[in-house]
């Protein structure tokens, strides 16, 4: 079974920038659109942002202007660059890999604290 791995979470200060990846262990076969969602405590988790395979972005109306999708297709690799960081950016940031006919895998997540 493939497994994504996210990294690149932290504590940063408001205004600050980090930039989160996400690897696949292997080849995730039928691969689509990737994404970030998020899950701050007690509360639901949220779509970030989503980027195709042609590399079509979509985005959180809160992060737009700050945030930015991209992916590597020939690594399964996605990042998220995230700057003005806001204290209401905390939370758990997970990966997401959708797949035509299949269902879709999920990173274990990755926690970004942003806080003076």
């Known amino acids: 079974q493939v497994q994504l791995v996210e990294s690149g979470g932290g504590l940063v200060h408001p205004g600050g920038s980090l930039r989160l990846s996400c690897g696949a262990s292997g080849i995730i076969s039928r691969l689509s659109a990737m994404g970030w969602y998020r899950q701050g405590q007690g509360g639901q988790r949220e779509l970030v942002a989503t980027?195709?395979?042609?590399?079509?972005?979509n985005y959180a109306d809160s992060v737009k202007g700050r945030f930015a999708i991209s992916r590597d297709n020939a690594k399964n690799t996605v990042y998220l660059q995230m700057n003005s960081l806001k204290p209401e950016d905390t939370a758990v940031y997970y990966c997401?890999?959708?797949?035509?006919?299949?269902?879709?895998?999920w990173g274990q997540g990755t926690p970004v604290t942003v806080s003076s």
């Open positions: 980027i195709g395979l042609g590399g079509s972005t």
């Open positions: 997401k890999a959708d797949r035509y006919g299949f269902r879709p895998i």
